[in-house]
């Protein structure tokens, strides 16, 4: 067991007591649970399900079941598949656009089938994406960084004010000075003890600001557990239940998404090992973060989930804890699947309300962004580095920000260039292969 002197675990291979280990792994959940069943809802609205309904929950079940399996893909793996470094998986927002089309349009079995195809591409570029890590230097990989934190940003402060999405948004208390003095309350006591205590209580710091948030919305009245006593306590699990129904278009524009999450993950990956070991990630792990995230994205389409791919705020945890342990991460993976398996602890963990998850979210966020900036700080601040930055991100995050810009692209080609991500990764990729490096002399 490999310890730093601050009390955290800078190996991936370190085990910290259970004691710890499962607050920790806990604290992994709580950071990434909204953002996890969210798009299985969204999705689901769009396909028409009634919400609330037994269609709409099994989509969420299956969301916290397979966001478990495709953490142990990454944390335990097997063979070349998983990056055995502690890296959350979850349902990814980057397919919610296409999927919810696809979904209103040509309906769930379409959906679900590209997923499962896709995911195989996906997984086939694990093979490849070594030799590709030319192309994704740390200036390309901590602008990737950068990006997916300030586009994050935004869904903190939505969930702090009071909703993430617009289902979710009641516009006479959306923002109103009860939700952000929960959210407030978050950060509040996560940095008390972050920074005045010690050992389990400073690594679970995170935590401790979600329960004390938890506690005074309690107090306010914003916790209700009437859904726990409606939901049944075993899922049974359903193979293709929509039917296999393959649409060209369908399979083409998820793939190209799952590209763009291949190289979020190789970001993530990058942005672990350097917030939790001062490090860069090896070509075997990238490799196989990346056979694990399709694997576990095709797998999840079989039985009914959406894509998978590594979350970056789980990211952020490894960044203010320190904690590089994947045996924490492996427990919060455990813990997915039981609430997948098991739809009551799910809905109790369901029940906190998201300003409570908003304050943590805060945190999070902004560390994946302070990560880019880590790995961007080692480089050499050129003419013509600064000049790959600047483009990179003004287009890529100001598509985000004004998306009718784009308004007359078609469907797919819209999705990707107002997802912050893909335009600032594509224009970094394209100008760092382009400008020459002579340009500063």
């Known amino acids: 067991m490999t310890e730093i002197s601050n009390g955290t675990y800078s190996d991936p291979n370190s085990t910290p007591p259970m004691a710890e280990s499962i607050p920790l ?21 769009a396909a028409g399900l009634a919400f609330g309904g037994p269609e709409q929950i099994y989509l969420i079940q299956m969301a916290m079941l397979f966001a478990g399996i495709a953490t142990l893909f990454q944390t335990v793996g097997f063979g070349p598949v998983g990056a055995r470094l502690p890296i959350m998986q979850g349902t990814s927002f980057a397919f919610v656009g ?51 934190g300030l586009y994050l940003i935004p869904v903190g402060i939505k969930y702090a004010a009071g909703g993430a999405a617009d289902f979710q948004m009641a516009a006479d208390s959306f923002g109103s000075l009860k939700h952000w003095s929960v959210a407030m309350t978050v950060i509040i006591v996560a940095l008390i003890m972050k920074f005045s205590t010690k050992g389990i209580l400073s690594n679970a710091a995170i935590l401790v600001g979600l329960l004390a948030g938890y506690a005074l919305a309690a107090a306010f ?59 860069e990630a090896t070509d075997d792990e990238i490799a ?24 970056s705020q789980n990211v952020g945890i490894v960044g203010m804890t320190g904690i590089m342990s994947r045996h924490v991460v492996t427990i919060a993976g455990i813990i997915m699947v039981l609430c997948g398996l098991v739809p009551k602890i799910g809905a109790i963990i369901a029940s906190m309300p998201l300003p409570v998850l908003g304050g943590g979210v805060i945190v999070m966020f902004g560390m994946v962004a302070a990560a880019g900036l880590n790995v961007l700080s080692e480089i050499k601040m050129t003419r013509r580095n600064m ?18 810009a784009v308004q007359y692209l078609p469907g797919i080609w819209k999705t990707l260039a107002t997802s912050a991500v893909a335009p600032t990764a594509f224009l970094a990729i394209f100008l760092n292969k382009m400008l020459p490096e002579e340009m500063d002399n």
């Open 25 to 45: 792994g806990l604290q992994h959940v709580l950071a990434m649970f909204a953002s996890n069943v969210t798009p299985s809802i969204i999705v689901a609205g």
């Open 98 to 148: 296409v999927l919810a089309g696809v979904a209103a349009t040509q309906g769930l079995g379409v959906a679900l089938t590209s997923c499962v195809i896709a995911g195989l591409i996906h997984f086939a570029l694990g093979s490849v994406i070594g030799s590709l890590r030319s192309w994704l230097p740390p200036l390309v990989t901590g602008l990737v960084i950068l990006a997916i």
């Open 288 to 311: 196989g973060a990346t056979y694990a995230d399709g694997l576990g994205t095709s797998i999840a389409g079989v039985f009914g989930g959406l894509p998978n791919t590594s979350f």
């Open 221 to 279: 009245g914003m916790v209700s557990f009437a859904a726990v006593g409606k939901v049944s306590w075993i899922t049974s699990l359903q193979v293709m239940p929509y039917g296999f129904e393959f649409s060209l278009g369908a399979v083409i524009a998820v793939t190209l998404v799952s590209i763009v999450s291949a190289v979020e993950t190789v970001g993530d990956a990058s942005a672990t090992t350097k917030a939790g070991a001062n490090r």
């Open 387 to 404: 000049i790959i930055i600047a483009i990179s991100l003004t287009v890529g995050l100001g598509l985000n920000l004004v998306p009718t």
